[in-house]
Structures are given as structure tokens and as C-alpha cells.
């Protein structure tokens, strides 16, 4: 599976921004997508999951301000950002799991495929 992240970039405090994630190859080898963030000197930290049905589970910080979506049509994963703080400033990643129960949807190990990443900047 290779992932492609786009829709990075910079945008004031309250503005939004939409991150999209467009995935190729063994499509149909996933059941889980997520999009995590890291800042420099952090670790990367679970934002959003979805499952390949439609079920989605945020991380407390974005609850009501971020909102995670899969086309399976598509076959391309988003991130509709809003209300966006400077804190949400980092690099975001796209990432997809084989497993189809999958309870830690936050933690990095069970994913298996990674995008390359996308700079989020959002000025004060």
C-alpha cells in the first residue's frame, strides 16, 4: 500500500484546513486508516481513526474541531480541520492497519503502512 498525504500548509488561528491521503496498491489489504501528528522532538501521537465502515474515534484534544472521513471509492482518507489553534501545528501522517479488530487505534505499532507526512502551520 503506498499513501500520499496533500493539503498542507499554513493558515491563521480559526481557519481550516483539509488534509487528504490517497492510498494505491493492496487497497483492500486495510480495515483501519488514521491520521497521526508530530512535532519536532515529540512522538507522533494518534489525531483521528476511522475503519474502512465508517466508524471514527478522535483524540480528546480535536473532538468537535476535527472531523476524519473515508471514501472507499476513492480510496482516499481526510482530515477536515477547524477551529485550528497554533498548538495543531505539526507534520501530519496518514497510516493504515491490516488488523481487523483494532482497540489501540492511537498507538503507532499496529499500523503497517505510512504516508510521508504533510507540514501544518498555523500562525497566532
Same mark, same amino acid.
Given at each position: $500500500? !503506498?499513501?500520499?498525504?496533500? +493539503? +498542507?500548509?499554513? $493558515? !491563521?488561528?480559526?481557519?481550516?484546513?483539509?488534509?487528504?491521503?490517497?492510498?494505491?496498491?493492496? *487497497?483492500?489489504?486495510?480495515?483501519?486508516?488514521?491520521?497521526? #501528528?508530530?512535532?519536532? +522532538?515529540?512522538? #507522533?501521537?494518534?489525531? @483521528?481513526?476511522?475503519?474502512?465502515?465508517?466508524?471514527? #474515534? /478522535?483524540?480528546?484534544?480535536? &473532538? +468537535? #474541531?476535527?472531523?476524519?472521513?473515508?471514501?472507499?471509492? &476513492? &480510496?482516499?482518507?481526510?482530515?477536515?480541520?477547524?477551529?485550528?489553534? =497554533?498548538?495543531?501545528?505539526?507534520? /501530519?501522517?496518514? @497510516?493504515?492497519?491490516?488488523?481487523?479488530?483494532?482497540?489501540?487505534?492511537? !498507538?503507532?505499532? =499496529?499500523?503497517?503502512?505510512?504516508?510521508?507526512?504533510? !507540514? *501544518?502551520?498555523?500562525?497566532?
Amino acid at each position: $500500500v !503506498q499513501l500520499v498525504e496533500s +493539503g +498542507g500548509g499554513s $493558515v !491563521q488561528a480559526g481557519g481550516s484546513l483539509t488534509l487528504s491521503c490517497a492510498a494505491s496498491g493492496d *487497497v483492500y489489504s486495510y480495515f483501519h486508516l488514521a491520521w497521526f #501528528r508530530q512535532g519536532a +522532538g515529540e512522538e #507522533r501521537e494518534g489525531v @483521528a481513526g476511522v475503519t474502512t465502515g465508517g466508524s471514527a #474515534r /478522535y483524540a480528546d484534544s480535536v &473532538k +468537535g #474541531r476535527f472531523t476524519i472521513s473515508y471514501d472507499n471509492g &476513492k &480510496k482516499t482518507l481526510y482530515l477536515r480541520m477547524s477551529s485550528l489553534a =497554533p498548538e495543531d501545528s505539526n507534520v /501530519y501522517y496518514c @497510516a493504515t492497519s491490516r488488523l481487523f479488530v483494532l482497540r489501540n487505534w492511537d !498507538q503507532m505499532g =499496529p499500523y503497517n503502512y505510512w504516508g510521508q507526512g504533510t !507540514q *501544518v502551520t498555523v500562525s497566532s
